[in-house]
């Protein structure tokens, strides 16, 4: 078994099924992309804000949930999946909502993974920005949640590789989107559990070569985020 | 001259004089300001000047409320209501300034203190043009040299037409060039009317710059005069050997 | 300056624009979900069958393929409307636990023992399964079991059971357990020039051989029975229990075992139709 004929099949494999722009493909790719850059956006609406406030205010039983916060950073994907089955299940709390088995329940499951992540992150960027500006915003006039707010939009490009670290960690997962999602074929099939399931199959030429797309995605995506914040740091300094 | 006086004449609202009694402040078991009694009434520059370590800075900042007090108390005089700050401002020594434009942190500036938006532009270019930075209002703060952030500084504390700037040790850091233009601001901004308050080791920019001398050494009063009779008739032996050039010894 | 703004626009134009289509995507299609097993899916019978449903009565059935056990706590818990398994004494017991009702026949598939070209424990030649069973385990070759809890390894151990042998008490010797689906099973025999036991359909479609081969086959202990079974309405109000009763019904009709016959991987049929045509009890 020659590792590098394997590649080399899975590659040219992989070329094909690009250009022939196959459409089993393309919607795989789609939901990945969609699931995923959702979750990015709702876990950076709370993640932020809540490293920020974190960093900046100080109240009973901060220390626990700045301890939490770190241990949940590497909290393992199946858990997760397997928590957010149970409770969106129909046997389950929130059952009800009928959110088992769709894509909303795989966002859910991605929310909770790197919201974590973004907000530790948030944290210790805002906790070295206060450093430098604090005194600063506060001769100004700046009242505390102005400078939050200030904080967060000055930092914007440090605290951009914190949602990126989140968006990646989210795209490369499987654990938790197979188990609430199910992998259901036009469904909530995405690029990871469609490798698991092929990869399962024995066809390891089609999940080499889904491997290598998803590969080319995080790349495609961390080059977009490398390019931003050079220029931004030319620009602002 | 540019003054716009939009926003109200500040120089009709008077919060001097600025009382100071018995303040202290320790820090760590040590007093590094003690027993400091005095009264700041006019209308002009005061310089706060004496060795490093004497305590200048922290006298500066107390005024501005950036320090809690040990002992004493310090008092502008003054009923006018909030938000307070914007009738007077706080120059530090190192500017920390927005990453973003230069007109865009005095827009920052007007917009913490609830100024109509309809008077952002002129109030701004009068600031810009006072300071000479109208060539520069799109550039990047951060990219500006040492005295142009340092103007910029002192801009955005002016946009607001405070009634008193505090500034500490603003040119400490500058190169002559940079020093004369931070000066030549200070005076235009002083004969228009603003209270000058400023720290500095600086006898010669003391001597430049100064109408009244408070003059400290470690964390005491040691004189508070005048500026021509500081110069010529200094009360303290202290006063004389820092004149003289000589450094002081501790008590 | 002007070029980054429009750039920054224009992605977060097509930022908004993906997630909004992601929540407008929300199902107005009718469809019911199946819960069935990983080999089921992985033959492609269900990838066959469904559409021939789909056309004919409109209703998309979406397939959570997981093992046996999992398969039927999923109907238990009434995220499934319907489940098709095959383990009948598991099936049984659900629909006597209240969470299923009308179990029927459908199909079966069967399972062959695959292991290593030169077959070392010589069972190419046999006649019974379980004969096959007590030479691999008397020979000490190494053994793959799924070990998870599947329909393929409560049959595997059935027939440990017939040949009297204790292979459990040898995992991690010659007996693995693997706690794995049918393909990464058997990529793990492949690895390990071991024996196995899988089901038809998994190894027909199976690529990554290597050496592995084909060793026995054709016994009826190693024949496969499928069931499908309602969940119970009355466990779970929101259970779809009409279009789930349409898929169960078509399945036994004549059109639906037709189609299953007609099933082909590699030019052979693998699963057997032999549904009942007694109408389901309720």
């Known amino acids: 078994m020659f590792v590098l004929n394997d590649f080399s099949q899975a590659f040219s494999k992989a070329i094909q099924l690009i250009f022939q722009l196959d459409p089993a493909l393309l919607e795989i790719i789609g939901l990945s992309l969609r699931v995923s850059m959702t979750a990015v956006l709702i876990a950076s609406l709370i993640g932020l804000p809540l490293g920020a406030a974190l960093a900046l205010y100080k109240f009973h039983g901060r220390g626990i949930i700045v301890a939490l916060l770190n241990a949940f950073m590497g909290l393992p994907p199946v858990v997760v999946g397997l928590v957010v089955y149970l409770i969106l299940s129909r046997s389950g709390p929130l059952g009800v909502l009928g959110l088992l088995f769709t894509p909303t329940a795989m966002i859910i499951a991605q929310v909770c993974l790197i919201t974590p992540i973004i907000a530790a992150l948030t944290r210790q960027t805002i906790l070295d920005a206060n450093v430098e500006y604090h005194e600063q915003l506060r001769a100004l006039g700046a009242k505390a949640s102005r400078m939050m707010k200030t904080l967060l939009w000055e930092t914007r490009f440090s605290l951009m590789t914190g949602v990126f670290a989140g968006f990646g960690r989210a795209i490369a997962e499987v654990g938790a989107v197979l188990i609430v999602g199910g992998n259901i074929n036009h469904a909530t099939r995405v690029m990871t559990t469609a490798i698991a399931l092929e990869t399962r199959k024995g066809d390891i030429e089609l999940a080499l070569a889904l491997g290598i797309i998803l590969i080319t995605i995080s790349l495609i995506v961390t080059s977009l985020v490398m390019s931003a914040k050079h220029a931004a740091y030319q620009y602002h300094s | ?251 | ?282």
């Open chain 2, 1 to 251: 001259m540019l003054h716009t006086n939009i926003i109200a004449n500040m120089n009709d609202v008077n919060v001097l004089p600025l009382q100071v009694k018995n303040l202290q402040i320790t820090k760590n078991g040590n007093a590094l300001l003690k027993d400091v009694t005095l009264s700041i009434e006019s209308n002009n520059v005061t310089v706060i000047l004496g060795p490093n370590g004497a305590g200048k800075s922290l006298l500066l900042r107390s005024a501005h409320g950036l320090e809690d007090l040990s002992k004493g108390s310090l008092m502008w005089n003054t009923n006018i209501p909030q938000p307070q700050q914007s009738w007077r401002a706080y120059i530090f020594q190192k500017p920390v300034l927005l990453r973003r434009s230069v007109r865009a942190n005095l827009e920052y500036v007007l917009s913490l203190h609830s100024i109509n938006k309809a008077n952002y532009a002129s109030l701004i270019d009068a600031a810009l043009e006072h300071t000479g930075l109208s060539q520069l209002a799109d550039r990047n703060a951060r990219v500006l040299s040492g005295g142009e952030q340092q103007r910029l500084n002192i801009a955005r504390a002016w946009v607001l037409q405070p009634r008193v700037i505090l500034l500490d040790e603003p040119t400490a850091e500058l190169d002559p060039n940079g020093t004369a233009g931070i000066e030549r601001l200070i005076k235009t901004i002083a004969q228009q009317g603003t209270k000058i308050i400023m720290s500095t080791h600086d006898l010669g920019q003391a001597h430049r710059l100064a109408n009244d001398i408070v003059f400290l050494h470690q964390g005491r009063l040691v004189e508070h005069s005048s500026a021509d009779t500081f110069f010529q008739q200094p009360q303290t032996k202290m006063a004389q050997d820092f004149i003289a050039g000589k450094l002081l010894n501790g008590d």
């Open chain 3, 1 to 282: 300056m002007e070029i980054k703004k429009t750039m920054y626009r224009m992605s977060a134009t097509i930022f908004l624009l993906l997630i909004t289509t992601s929540i407008v995507n929300a199902d107005e299609k009718s469809f019911i979900t199946l819960s069935s097993t990983t080999s089921t899916d992985n033959s492609g019978l269900l990838d066959y069958l469904i559409p021939k449903f789909k056309n004919k009565t409109g209703v998309d059935v979406r397939v959570i393929a997981v093992g046996t056990g999992r398969a039927l706590l999923l109907g238990e818990r009434g995220d499934a409307d319907i489940v098709l398994v095959h383990h009948k004494i598991s099936e049984e017991k659900f629909v006597e636990n209240g969470f299923g009702i009308g179990r029927r026949d459908v199909m079966y598939n069967d399972y062959v023992i695959v292991g290593p070209r030169k077959d070392p424990a010589n069972i190419k030649q046999l006649k019974h399964a379980v004969d096959a069973f007590k030479l691999i385990s008397q020979h000490e070759v190494p053994f793959i079991s799924r070990g998870d809890n599947s329909g393929t390894h409560k049959k595997e151990l059935e027939l440990w059971s017939l040949a009297e042998v204790n292979a459990q008490k040898y995992s991690g010797a010659w007996y693995r357990e693997a706690g794995a689906g049918m393909g990464a099973t058997l990529n793990i025999a492949n690895g390990m020039n071991a024996y196995t036991m899988t089901d038809r359909g998994t190894w027909l479609s199976f690529k990554n051989r290597d050496d592995l081969t084909l060793l026995f086959e054709n016994d009826p202990p190693l024949f496969n029975q499928y069931g499908v079974i309602l969940v119970n309405p009355e466990r779970h109000e929101h259970i779809k229990y009409q279009h789930a009763k349409q898929f169960s019904d078509w399945l036994t009709s004549n059109e639906g075992q037709q189609a299953i016959a007609d099933f082909t991987l590699e030019n052979q049929q693998l699963f057997f139709p032999n549904a009942q045509r007694e109408i389901a009890s309720h």
